[in-house]
T-cell receptor, first 114, second 112 residues
Framework: DAGVIQSPRHEVTEMGQEVTLRCKPI?????LFWYRQTMMRGLELLIY????????DSGMPEDRFSAKMPNASFSTLKIQPSEPRDSAVYFC????????????FGPGTRLLVL | SQQGEEDPQALSIQEGENATMNCSYK?????LQWYRQNSGRGLVHLIL?????REKHSGRLRVTLDTSKKSSSLLITASRAADTASYFC????????????FGQGTELSVKP
């Protein structure tokens, strides 16, 4: 059974460019989470969805960040325009049933904004 | 500040020794989870302990939870070089919709 799939694994872009990160959760999971990890701030929850509906986006840094989940098997996190301070590793995770249960993480997307 | 704070921030031991990591949190929780992250990888779930449980075992892992002290510990017995990783505790806060709040992690180095 495939785990959480994220693409791309690495992204290097220039400041001002649009960046789109993609995630495919584990089949059958109905909760999806986007996290950002940096040395300074650790692992931060950006947004999570339950049954494709955004439940809590209080962690989204600012309006430059947006996330969508058009169906149960796909989600995107978009940064427009990107800034150097957005450089981080972005993880997607999914879980089944209730929000408080085990989360399964993808391998992450390492983003570098120059 | 972080809901979960781990101690120590870094731990270096010899193979075969036991490793103990501690986690403290501030508010009431539904459950507490421990995750491992190898360098450059995603997090992997290790164990979940619910607020009404006091101790849980999984292989060489032992987790305790003291809700009166708002703390948890993770013990790895007979450590191996492959246990080298960062370990994070994550709490599910009672009244915040079930989302996980991660601590800053303990970086464990097991020397062969």
């Amino acid at each position: 059974d495939a785990g959480v799939i994220q693409s791309p694994r690495h992204e290097v872009t220039e400041m001002g460019q649009e960046v789109t990160l993609r995630c495919k959760p584990i089949s059958g999971h109905n909760s999806l989470f986007w996290y950002r990890q940096t040395m300074m701030r650790g692992l931060e929850l950006l947004i999570y969805f339950n049954n494709n509906v955004p439940i809590d986006d209080s962690g989204m840094p600012e309006d430059r960040f947006s996330a969508k989940m058009p169906n149960a098997s796909f989600s995107t996190l978009k940064i427009q325009p990107s800034e150097p301070r957005d450089s981080a590793v972005y993880f997607c995770a999914s879980s089944s049933s209730q929000l408080s249960e085990t989360q399964y993480f993808g391998p992450g997307t390492r983003l570098l904004v120059l | 500040s972080q809901q979960g704070e781990e101690d120590p921030q870094a731990l270096s031991i010899q193979e075969g020794e036991n490793a103990t990591m501690n986690c403290s949190y501030k508010t009431s929780i539904n459950n507490l989870q421990w995750y491992r992250q190898n360098s450059g990888r995603g997090l992997v779930h290790l164990i979940l302990i619910r607020s009404n449980e006091r101790e849980k075992h999984s292989g060489r892992l032992r987790v305790t939870l003291d809700t009166s002290k708002k703390s948890s510990s993770l013990l790895i017995t007979a450590s191996r070089a492959a246990d080298t990783a960062s370990y994070f505790c994550a709490t599910v806060i009672y009244n915040q919709g079930g989302k996980l709040i991660f601590g800053q992690g303990t970086e464990l180095s097991v020397k062969p």
